[in-house]
């Protein structure tokens, strides 16, 4: 199933198949914050250092499935699939968006 996603976030998802961490860092402002797996990452360089970290010691696929709207968020619920403990699994990711990049993410079950 297919989706319209607004571009960063969908520009997020497609960069995130590349593994290229310095790309999905360029899709967060200069000053955003990802929370995933319990873990705070502020600042573009955590934000690389953590895809750089998540993309060497998992291989996964990541799927959205839906979007919505949630306490001023847009939620995109996606299955991730992987060789990870517990794959596959449904996440969802909710975003804050500033000037067509991304100010904040967070990742949670």
Request: hydrophobic fraction near 40%; aromatic fraction near 8%.
């Amino acid at each position: 199933m297919s989706i319209e996603l607004p571009a960063p976030i969908s520009r997020y998802f497609e960069t995130d198949k590349t593994k290229a961490a310095d790309a999905v860092a360029q899709c967060f402002t200069g000053s955003a914050v990802v929370r995933d797996e319990r873990k705070t990452h502020a600042g573009r360089d955590a934000i690389r250092a953590w895809k750089e970290q998540s993309s060497r010691t998992y291989s996964y696929v990541v799927e959205p499935l839906s979007l919505t709207e949630a306490e001023g968020r847009l939620v995109v619920t996606a299955r991730l699939t992987g060789d990870f403990p517990g794959s596959p699994t449904t996440l969802r990711y909710a975003f804050a968006l500033e000037d067509d990049q991304i100010a904040d993410l967070e990742i949670a079950p």
